[in-house]
């Protein structure tokens, strides 16, 4: 045998494992697949959907758990939320514990159909997930959306906040009755919200009647109570006004022949402080009361005009005396 054909041999089986090899993993790769498959089949075949199970229960338990909230946007009094809720509800036959996900409810589990009563923008972003043990049906899933708050400014700066989702059902309470799970503020304590400390959550339930309709519906109110941060804001916001209103104030002590001077700071920082309350107009929006931060603003404004007037005052009234003949 020679070289040549001992080389072609050579790179005819290094050919044959190589497509072996590809061959091998093509095989594992369905072997993996079908075991994958398998095993979801065979959960759900364990997850038997009963008929009883999509039945209108007589009383369901609800709760939510808070994630995240992106953004509270003052100017529009809205605010960005990511949460679960979840609702529990028992049934009469006892089953073997389960749990599965679906992308609709309609597919044998009963859905309350909770409306969002002050969502702006809703979206659910995770399947339902169904968690079935003994007579007990567990439904949860994740939601973000953007809300309607009612914001109370009085204090701003050093305000706080109450952020709450209105939840109701499309049943009635002659449907069935619906009842808060204990939820206490430990929830919190994942939860973020930047530039404000998480003070307290509630859970409140009451009934609304809606237009036209004689018949009661459950409104659940869950209110997420916030405390801004009041060292930054206070450092962005009224450092800067202490500082122009205290320039105002050494002008003062400048000499008489330094009027001009005198004058010249004052009237800047009396425009500086108009200026200021301009840009605080633009954090939050038109309100038909009058907040701390404006009182604040219109207390420097004041106290700047009234050193400047008293400065051309005072130099009018030199400038008499001086024109005015001393008696012989």
Same mark, same amino acid.
């Given at each position: 045998?020679?070289?040549?054909?001992?080389?072609?041999?050579?790179?005819?089986?290094?050919?044959?494992?190589?497509?072996?090899?590809? $061959?091998?993993? *093509?095989?594992?790769?369905?072997?993996?697949?079908?075991?994958?498959?398998?095993?979801?089949?065979?959960? %759900?075949?364990?997850?038997?959907?009963?008929?009883?199970?999509?039945?209108?229960?007589?009383?369901? &338990?609800?709760?939510?758990?808070?994630? #995240?909230?992106?953004?509270?946007?003052?100017?529009?009094?809205?605010?960005?939320?990511?949460?679960?809720?979840?609702?529990?509800?028992? #049934?009469?036959?006892?089953?073997?514990?389960?749990? *599965?996900? /679906?992308?609709?409810?309609?597919?044998?589990?009963?859905?309350?159909?909770?409306?969002?009563? !002050?969502?702006?923008?809703?979206? =659910?972003?995770?399947?339902?997930?169904?968690?079935?043990?003994?007579?007990? #049906? &567990?439904?949860?899933?994740?939601?973000?959306?953007?809300?309607?708050?009612?914001?109370?400014?009085?204090?701003?700066?050093?305000?706080?906040?109450?952020?709450?989702?209105?939840? /109701?059902?499309?049943?009635?309470?002659?449907?069935?009755?619906?009842?808060?799970?204990?939820?206490?503020?430990?929830?919190?304590?994942?939860?973020?919200?930047?530039?404000?400390?998480?003070?307290?959550?509630?859970?409140?339930?009451?009934?609304?009647?809606?237009?036209?309709?004689?018949?009661?519906?459950?409104?659940?109110?869950?209110?997420?109570? $916030? %405390? =801004?941060?009041?060292?930054?804001?206070?450092?962005?916001?009224?450092?800067?006004?202490?500082?122009?209103?205290?320039? !105002?104030?050494?002008?003062?002590?400048?000499?008489?022949?330094?009027?001009?001077?005198?004058?010249?700071?004052?009237?800047?920082?009396?425009?500086?402080?108009?200026?200021?309350?301009?840009?605080?107009?633009?954090?939050?929006?038109?309100?038909? &009361? #009058?907040?701390?931060?404006?009182?604040?603003?219109?207390?420097?404004?004041?106290?700047?005009?009234?050193?400047?007037?008293?400065?051309?005052?005072?130099? =009018? =009234?030199?400038?008499?005396?001086?024109?005015?003949?001393?008696?012989?």
């Amino acid at each position: 045998m020679t070289l040549t054909n001992c080389t072609k041999i050579l790179k005819w089986f290094k050919a044959v494992c190589k497509n072996f090899t590809a $061959l091998f993993r *093509f095989f594992y790769l369905i072997a993996t697949i079908s075991v994958l498959a398998t095993q979801a089949l065979a959960q %759900d075949a364990d997850c038997k959907v009963t008929k009883e199970m999509s039945a209108i229960p007589d009383e369901i &338990y609800v709760e939510i758990y808070p994630v #995240i909230i992106t953004s509270v946007d003052e100017l529009q009094e809205a605010f960005d939320y990511q949460f679960y809720i979840g609702f529990s509800f028992e #049934i009469d036959e006892d089953l073997d514990y389960c749990f *599965f996900e /679906s992308q609709d409810l309609s597919e044998g589990i009963f859905d309350p159909r909770f409306e969002f009563m !002050n969502a702006i923008d809703i979206e =659910r972003i995770t399947p339902f997930g169904v968690e079935i043990e003994d007579s007990e #049906i &567990y439904v949860d899933a994740k939601y973000k959306g953007t809300f309607k708050g009612t914001l109370d400014f009085t204090f701003y700066p050093f305000d706080n906040q109450d952020l709450h989702i209105n939840i /109701s059902s499309t049943y009635s309470t002659d449907d069935f009755k619906i009842h808060l799970e204990e939820q206490s503020n430990s929830l919190l304590d994942a939860l973020s919200v930047q530039g404000w400390d998480k003070v307290n959550f509630s859970a409140e339930l009451g009934t609304e009647i809606w237009d036209s309709d004689d018949e009661k519906y459950d409104l659940i109110t869950y209110t997420i109570e $916030l %405390d =801004r941060q009041v060292i930054s804001i206070s450092l962005r916001l009224f450092l800067p006004l202490l500082v122009i209103v205290s320039l !105002n104030f050494l002008s003062l002590v400048l000499e008489r022949d330094d009027f001009e001077t005198k004058v010249e700071i004052q009237l800047a920082a009396l425009i500086a402080v108009a200026a200021y309350s301009i840009l605080m107009d633009t954090k939050i929006p038109d309100l038909p &009361y #009058i907040t701390l931060a404006d009182a604040i603003i219109a207390f420097s404004f004041m106290t700047s005009a009234v050193i400047l007037a008293l400065s051309i005052l005072k130099k =009018r =009234r030199r400038d008499k005396n001086l024109k005015t003949p001393s008696s012989g």
